[in-house]
């Protein structure tokens, strides 16, 4: 009996050191380092040695990255103001343009996080956009010239867990409103021109908190309070506004809605008639290859009792790793001519933001009762690029832009190419720069 214990020993020794030596061969990591795999035979008879690679390092959370754009809008009819209507980023017609050189600081939220995080975000940009990016009271004066400094976004951000629910992410400082389509960040959009929804229907930044709270996996509640549209050391009204709505995701993330409202004073020196800017952004990936965006928009100014109202509408396919096609749809109506128009001098909008006083100029003015057309087709072409540039992108587009109905100030002739045509043909160009 002894004998067959001593053998039994022997043999479950002998069979968890098998186990141990397979589990070392099997597993490289055990070393810390690659290991070759035992040799398998090839069809004609040779051996050939299986890599397995070692798991790569998780990627730093802390990032420093930036981008370089610039771009030209060609127009045909040649405007005697040099100004493409309705175009605000891309407003200079045949001029090029030093559109964005950006660097941001950031310590993005872990979207997989189920305990606390932090995280924040610092964003320079100095260039032709920030005439139109600035916020009140934060370098919005600090120069007369095209080429103009801003910081888009400046915050903190946190990620809470509630009980069983996807958590609360928090956002306090100056950030980008999320509504819309499109966005201040070239790289997330589809053209180098925007539509009129980004241009005159949301505000392009906030400065306050906006809380997301993850009800589940398909539902998002937003809420927060800011300075206003557009407004961080100075608000034109002294008054606070709101900023909330829902968001819901489906189809594993393939369809997604985001409709968020922006309620509060707007209009400077008045802080009772109220701003209602209200947006509604469907994003449905078809395909792998296939992408639908539907934008649909209202908004409404108690002061002068005027409607906003319209949708854009986006489809873009990729044809490859390199290739992508893009076509934009928009109709959109100006009731009083309230909202659209343009900007002679480079800080001609800001001052109309702030209610500052400004010498009469017949190249700033408003487009009339006007219901606008806009369609625009174009390709973003990614060629390979050598480290450490991270990306290229090249982005030429044409556009037509139409008045539907329009009663102007200039005898009804039409908004476009001053004030003498009812359309607009341009052609655009953009390149970005990514490392």
Request: charged content about 20%; hydrophobic content about 35%.
């Amino acid at each position: 009996m002894n004998n067959v214990i001593r053998v039994e020993h022997r043999l479950f020794v002998s069979f968890v050191f098998v186990l141990a030596v397979c589990g070392l061969c099997c597993c490289p990591s055990a070393f810390g380092q690659t290991v070759a795999a035992s040799p398998s035979p090839a069809p004609d008879g040779k051996e050939v040695k299986k890599i397995v690679e070692a798991p790569k390092p998780p990627e730093p959370r802390f990032k420093l990255y930036g981008w370089i754009e610039g771009g030209l809008t060609g127009n045909p009819d040649s405007p005697i103001d040099n100004h493409n209507f309705g175009h605000l980023f891309t407003d200079r017609a045949n001029e090029p343009l030093l559109n964005q050189v950006s660097i941001v600081a950031e310590r993005a939220l872990d979207p997989n996080a189920t305990g606390f995080d932090w995280g924040f975000k610092v964003w320079f940009m100095e260039g032709s956009d920030a005439r139109y990016t600035k916020s009140m009271g934060f370098l919005d004066l600090a120069t007369n010239y095209r080429i103009q400094p801003d910081f888009p976004e400046v915050y903190i951000s946190a990620h809470i867990p509630v009980g069983s629910t996807g958590g609360l992410d928090l956002k306090v400082g100056k950030y980008a409103d999320p509504m819309s389509a499109e966005t201040i960040d070239p790289r997330n959009n589809v053209f180098y021109s925007h539509s009129y929804i980004f241009n005159f229907g949301v505000p392009f930044n906030d400065t306050g908190f906006l809380a997301i709270f993850h009800v589940n996996k398909y539902i998002d509640l937003y809420g927060g309070l800011n300075r206003g549209e557009n407004a961080t050391f100075k608000d034109n009204n002294s008054s606070v506004a709101f900023e909330g709505g829902i968001g819901l995701n489906l189809l594993d993330g393939n369809l997604t809605t985001v409709a968020l409202t922006h309620i509060g004073p707007e209009d400077p020196g008045n802080n009772h008639d109220y701003r209602f800017l209200n947006d509604i952004t469907t994003t449905w990936k078809v395909t792998k290859a296939l992408t639908w965006i539907t934008d649909l928009n209202l908004i409404y100014d108690q002061l002068p009792d005027a409607y906003g109202f319209g949708f854009a509408q986006y489809f873009t396919y990729a044809v490859n790793d390199w290739l992508i096609l893009g076509l934009r749809g928009e109709v959109w109506r100006d009731d009083k001519g309230f909202y659209v128009g343009q900007f002679r001098a480079n800080n001609d909008f800001i001052h109309i933001e702030r209610g500052d006083p400004l010498a009469p100029d017949p190249s700033t003015f408003f487009g009339g009762r006007t219901t606008y057309l806009e369609v625009t087709g174009g390709i973003t072409i990614k060629p390979p690029v050598p480290k450490p540039l991270a990306a290229l992108l090249i982005r030429p587009e044409v556009r037509y832009d139409k008045a539907l109905s329009h009663r102007g100030l200039a005898d009804n002739n039409g908004p476009f190419d001053q004030q003498t045509s009812h359309d607009q043909w341009t052609l655009g160009l953009d390149v970005i720069l990514q490392f």
